[in-house]
């Protein structure tokens, strides 16, 4: 068995395609009308045929349930974030660092569909390395092995 990507129901999906295209420079691979792939293996649904296909009442789907989300990293993440400010993007809450040192964001589509950007692996190990820890100090604060902290700054 192969999996092929992640559907996600939108209710307007011109928005839907603009949000993904603007904020995460996605493109569009394939557009159904009611079925649109993007690039990354996302997949956006119109709310209405997604109802035909599951046979429910409109009522009975659940958006913003804060269960799940679409996981990016981002090589540029200042740039990344004054872009979320200038487009007054709905946030789940600001940046934050986790206990391993990467930084990440996550904020709402038009769907409150969560979605979280971080940096990236390699930019936290360079970061700390500019910050004078060494490779060993590195692989103790962001709790990975030495040669995954190698790898990543090849």
């Known amino acids: 068995m192969d999996f092929h990507g992640t559907l996600l129901v939108v209710s307007h999906m011109e928005k839907s395609k603009q949000f993904y295209q603007e904020i995460l420079n996605l493109q569009v691979v ?3 009308g009611a079925n649109v792939t993007l690039t990354g293996g996302i997949s956006l649904q119109t709310q209405e045929s997604w109802i035909s296909f599951i046979g429910v009442k409109k009522e009975d789907l ?4 804060n269960t799940t ?3 990016f990293e981002e090589e540029d993440f200042d ?3 004054e872009k979320l400010e200038a487009k007054k993007v709905h946030l789940v809450h600001p940046v934050l660092e986790h206990r391993w040192g990467q930084r990440v964001i996550r904020f709402y ?3 409150q569909h969560m979605i979280e950007v971080g940096e990236r692996m390699r ?3 360079l970061r700390f390395l500019r910050g004078s820890l060494t490779m060993e100090e ?3 604060r ?9 790898e990543l700054l090849q």
Not at 62 to 65: A, E, L, Q, S, V
Request: net charge negative; glycine share 4%; with cysteine.
């Open 79 to 81: 740039a990344f974030l």
């Open 30 to 32: 394939m557009d159904f």
């Open 142 to 150: 962001m709790e990975i092995p030495l040669e995954l902290v190698k």
């Open 138 to 140: 590195i692989s103790l």
């Open 109 to 111: 589509d038009p769907d």
């Open 69 to 71: 989300e679409l996981y």
């Open 62 to 65: 659940c958006f913003g349930n």
């Open 123 to 125: 930019d936290v190990c």
